[in-house]
T-cell receptor, first 113, second 112 residues
């Protein structure tokens, strides 16, 4: 069956360190994968999109990698800040062109000052 | 408006009643999506539209759920004969020709 897995345990790190979140998927061949941020009581907010032919994508302190062989994406936040504390969701389009996303359950990140 | 809006933000209803949830997408966005999100989970796809055409309704749980977008803008998700298991956060998102989806604040539905 198709699955998207994110670490359900919260990730606690110290301010200034790099946070690394993992997204693994099985039985999908997505054209792209997206990462969203969600704060309590709010809707998800788009952060980054990486396509199947891209190995890495950067935006300010954020970096995403995409390994279609391992079926894995890694999401990094460098020089983390307490304001980065949130739940981070990975999502993929299971059928090319459909654009109706399938989401993982998210990983909660807590950055301690 | 500047973003996706949804109404009502909270809806409490009794089991067996019908509810209608409204989504007003970002102006000009072609695609509109409905998701349902349980606590501690990611959004779960329900249905989506391009303009007024419903492209995919494979995520609707059963035939009590329906959605429409008659003029290609505002959309309504209707749940008939609500059941307690329908209680959840219902989220709407819209997108232009790009893949990025912009989510609304959601409607929290509680069925008593």
């Amino acid at each position: 069956s198709q699955k998207i897995e994110q670490n359900s345990e919260a990730l606690n790190i110290q301010e200034g360190k790099t946070a690394t979140l993992t997204c693994n998927y099985t039985n999908y061949s997505p054209a792209y994968l997206q990462w969203y941020r969600q704060d309590p009581g709010r809707g998800p907010v788009f952060l980054l999109l990486i396509r199947e032919n891209e190995k890495e994508k950067r935006k300010e302190r954020l970096k995403v990698t995409f390994d279609t062989t391992l079926k894995q994406s890694l999401f990094h936040i460098t020089a983390s800040q307490p304001a980065d504390s949130a739940t981070y969701l990975c999502a993929l389009d299971p059928d090319t062109g459909r654009r109706a996303l399938t989401f993982g359950s998210g990983t909660r990140l807590q950055v301690q000052p | 408006g500047a973003g996706v809006s949804q109404s009502p933000r909270y809806k409490v209803t009794k089991r067996g009643q019908d509810v209608a949830l409204r989504c007003d997408p970002i102006s000009g966005h072609v695609s509109l999506y409905w998701y349902r999100q349980a606590l501690g989970q990611g959004p779960e796809f329900l249905t989506y539209f391009n303009y007024e055409a419903q492209q995919d309704k494979s995520g609707l749980p059963n035939d009590r759920f329906s959605a429409e977008r008659p003029e290609g803008s505002i959309s309504t998700l209707t749940i008939q004969r609500t059941e307690q298991r329908d209680s959840a956060m219902y989220r709407c998102a819209s997108s232009s020709s790009e893949e990025t989806q912009y989510f609304g604040p959601g409607t929290r539905l509680l069925v008593l």
